[in-house]
């Protein structure tokens, strides 16, 4: 706790105001210390970027006057500690202003237990702002008791318990609460319903395409990356949209990270404050590698960073630009992403199960079991080589997806729904976090090459004929463990602890699209 050494009682005219500042998703206190005297009227703000000085000035200065206040004369300065971070302006309209009242003596409210966030428009009305629950969270861990918020902001900051949290609409509301005159109602935590199966797409919805259902409940149930190939109108995309709803519920814990990022990338809905569906991040291919790992001046989350603990889906790979591409493979890799500039480095998390799609060729036809393919050998060997080899080797399963016939779509029959296939994988991730217990990984996916050697165990028969397909097929050493991943996570599905030659066999099967499409 900060002392309070200013006591209105002395002749000094300053005050201290606390709030919270943001960098990337972390979050740490900041101080408000203004300081009115006498001399030529000056209002200067430090501690801000140059650019938001300016406007929090002339909006600070405005709302003071509209609120029934005056704007004292003489020289005003206020400084925004620790002066090395760099900040962004608008959320401390609100502590300046307040620092303001009190220095001059306008305004005699306790603040000192509190947190106070806000821009403000000219009228004093307080307006909302990005990346609130990772302030609060911050305030609660150093300990103060409230936190003042722009009141759209409040049902987001009262996810967190153990700190009062109060939504206030304008300045006037405010300090006729801190005054105990009319005091506000402390926000409270509405947890938002199930979204039901109603309102998210299903795997029922998906006829037949058994072949592809398989895979993809494979590589939910490992957190595996996934590559589907297929002409236009297969269904791909309609496969991945489908594939956060198999995937195991998100725990608390991860919910707040993911809801942590929407909040800082402004993209949260009012209506449900906490992020309970795994995200399905979905950009166009035209996206930038800064739209897809995140940066910028004032730091931003990249696509990778909204898609944390869900799926991050790539239509159309190859159309992909190639630098956006290779600027993933070091996230996808780690599960996060550091963005470096000027003003400092922010890392942000971007534990993500990376989902592409991409037609077989330009004209989409190729391999086609009837529609000639248009494209030149020549062509279609291009269009496969936009994809980098260090970027397919991050990809454990390719798998074909081929275009359904019109009688299995218009056929009656039932279809498993994304429920009965999320069970499965539930219990397929259950034997892993168990098995992986203090080893800081929690899915098949994260296997270390080192870590392979001790978890998957073969049985002599599996062994003798993976050996067998290693020197046949002439596979790479990283195939290899890719295949031994996977084999390991038919083997979870399949509740068995060794790895027998049927879960090789039908690992082996995901992996022969490398050497039909990009066979040396
Ligand atoms: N197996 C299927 N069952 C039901 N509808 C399908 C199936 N495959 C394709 N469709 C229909 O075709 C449309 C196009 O599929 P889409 O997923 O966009 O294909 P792709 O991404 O492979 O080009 C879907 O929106 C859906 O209406
Ligand atoms: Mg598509």
New binding site residues.
């Given amino acids: 706790m900060i002392q309070e050494t200013h006591k209105d009682v002395t002749v000094q005219l300053f005050s201290k105001i606390k709030s919270v500042g943001l960098f990337g998703i972390d979050s740490y206190m900041v101080e408000i210390e203004a300081d009115v005297s006498g001399g030529l009227p000056v209002f200067d703000i430090v501690g801000l970027p140059d650019t938001a000085v300016k406007e929090s000035r002339d909006r600070v200065r405005a709302a003071v006057k509209n609120c029934g206040f005056s704007f004292p004369t003489g020289r005003i300065t206020v400084n925004l500690a620790p002066a090395d971070k760099k900040k962004e302006g608008a959320l401390y309209d609100l502590p300046i202003l307040l620092a303001i009242l009190k220095a001059s003596k306008q305004i005699t409210v306790p603040v000192s237990d509190g947190v106070f966030i806000g821009e403000l428009s000219l009228d004093g009305n307080i307006r909302p702002i990005n990346g609130i629950l990772a302030m609060t969270i911050a305030a609660k861990q150093n300990g103060i008791e409230s936190i003042y918020v722009p009141k759209e902001n409040a049902s987001e900051a009262a996810v967190i318990d153990g700190i009062s949290v109060y939504g206030v609409k304008n300045v006037k509301e405010l300090i006729l609460h801190l005054s105990g005159e009319q005091k506000l109602e402390k926000a409270v935590f509405v947890k938002p319903e199930k979204q039901t199966a109603a309102v998210l797409p299903d795997f029922s919805?998906?006829?037949?395409?058994l072949a592809a259902k398989k895979a993809l409940e494979v590589a939910a149930a490992g957190g595996h990356n996934i590559l589907m190939i297929?002409?236009?109108?297969?269904?791909?995309?309609?496969?991945a949209k489908r594939i956060p709803t198999i995937l195991p519920e998100m725990t608390f814990e991860e919910s707040i990270e993911t809801t942590k990022i929407h909040s800082i990338a402004g993209i949260l809905s009012k209506e449900d404050p906490l992020v309970t569906v795994r995200p399905f991040r979905s950009p166009h291919h035209s996206v930038s590698a800064v739209g897809l790992t995140g940066g910028g001046t004032i730091p931003k989350p990249g696509e990778i960073s909204l898609a944390h603990n869900g799926v991050l889906f790539l239509?159309e790979l190859p159309e992909f630009k190639r630098d956006a591409m290779e600027a993933l493979r070091q996230p996808i890799e780690d599960g996060v992403i550091t963005v470096s500039r000027a003003s400092g480095s922010a890392t942000y998390p971007s534990s993500v199960m990376l989902v592409s799609?991409m037609n077989p060729c330009p004209c989409g036809n190729y391999g086609h079991p009837t529609k000639q393919c248009t494209c030149t050998p020549n062509m279609v060997l291009k269009y496969l080589n936009r994809i980098s080899g260090p970027m397919l080797d991050r990809i454990d399963l390719h798998i074909e997806?081929p275009p359904?016939d019109y009688n299995?779509?218009s056929n009656n029959s039932r279809e498993e729904t994304s429920a009965e296939i999320r069970e499965r994988v539930n219990k397929a991730r259950r034997i892993q976090i168990e098995r992986y217990k203090g080893t800081g990984i929690t899915c098949n996916a994260r296997l270390t090459p080192k870590m392979l050697r001790e978890f998957c165990v073969l049985t002599e028969d599996a062994s003798v004929y993976l050996n067998r397909c290693f020197d046949e097929l002439g596979m790479s050493a990283r195939a290899y463990d890719r295949i031994l991943k996977v084999s390991r996570t038919i083997a979870d599905l399949d509740q068995s602890e060794m790895i027998e030659k049927r879960h090789v066999l039908s690992a082996i099967r995901f992996r022969t699209l490398d050497r039909k499409y990009w066979a040396k």
């Fill in positions: 919805d998906v006829k037949g395409q297929g002409p236009p109108g297969a269904g791909k995309s309609m496969l239509d799609a997806v359904v299995a779509i």
